[in-house]
């Protein structure tokens, strides 16, 4: 927790609390899961009344989705700046296997899993979370058209499509890899692709 | 629930009870999902007093795996057969869309998101959940390897990361589909692998 400034408005305090419940709730999705992430504890966390959760966010969810908003939009500005180098399919598995790595380490792939698993009951909530990997697919979008940059063999395999592959794809190993805990098989599966992507580039020849 | 013969014995009327739990654990996974799965109601569903959950299962949570065993069984021996007849790459992709169809048809998709969700949040269900997963590894590697017969594609590229890769995505697709019930993307990407069919057949050309 930061100290905030002796001379800090009420508005400001207020917003404090905000960020801090914010990253409480981060805090606690990552390393103890969705079920713990009730507003008694990330209230706790915080340092503040559990009425400020309802106060600021109306549901423990909204703050939940809150907390996914966040750390996507860090992930977000750290992986289109990685883009900007990215001109062939080797480059972005290179990157692919970086960022997964680094979800795996930083915990942002287990704090995925456990919105997606604690939503999988609350229809409303699944929605809401659904939405938010929507704009992974745009990203992957794009990181493929990066990729296949001038090569005809994208549209033939279509972009969306392959995006979408991706990303369920991406799910589907972040979920494996959280269920026992052991990142073996997505790391075999990444060191795969790697190998392959000599063959990649090959397969999209940039026109001149 | 069928009728049960006058003349059972004390010990088919248990291992009828026994099989009713798992057809209630069955339904209820597939219908209601995790949260509801408790002790009481299933015992509910399946017509008997709840301490049996307990005497043939020794846990709620062992009754939902006997559950995922019966429902795996069942498919892997449609799937057995179905592979019989795949000889080449668009067979197989052909047997993968009409397999997520009917999984999600049935349920049993569902049946599987909800006992990943239900499981991320207790590590010793989650090993044994994912142990559950890894015959259909297996099983997609061996449909790999009939639908790429004889070709050398199939060893340059994996079949075991491969085959780790199909279940991983397949799963991920399962569960976007799952959050919002709405499967419009997962059926689009399937078509989009059906279009590119012959392609994937070019690439891998039989041995005479």
């Known amino acids: 927790m930061s100290a905030r400034p002796r001379s800090a408005t009420g508005k400001a305090r207020l917003s404090t609390t905000k960020v801090a419940l914010v990253e409480a709730a981060v805090d606690v999705l990552r390393a103890e899961g969705f079920a713990a992430a009730t507003a008694r504890h990330l209230a706790e966390r915080a340092g503040c009344n559990q009425g400020l959760v309802f106060y600021h966010f109306g549901s423990v969810n909204e703050l939940l ?12 500005a750290r992986y289109d700046a990685a883009i900007a180098s990215v001109h062939s399919p080797s480059e972005l598995i290179e990157l692919a296997v970086r960022v997964f790595s680094e979800d795996v380490a930083s915990g942002d792939a287990a704090l995925l899993v456990e919105m997606i698993a604690g ?13 938010r990997v929507e704009p992974w697919s745009e990203f992957a979008t794009g990181a493929l058209r990066a990729a296949f940059e001038r090569s005809p063999l994208l549209g033939r395999m279509g972009a969306d499509e392959l995006a979408d592959a991706v990303v369920a794809l991406y799910l589907g190993l972040e979920l494996l890899s959280h269920l026992d805990r052991d990142t073996t ?24």
Chains 1, 2 share one sequence.
């Open 65 to 76: 989705l809150a907390a996914m908003d966040h750390v996507s939009a860090e992930r977000r």
């Open 119 to 131: 939503s999988v009951s609350n229809p409303e909530l699944g929605t809401a979370v659904k939405a």
């Open 185 to 208: 098989k997505a790391i075999a599966v990444f060191e795969k692709v790697r190998s392959l992507s000599s063959l990649a580039d090959l397969l999209a020849p940039r026109l001149p």
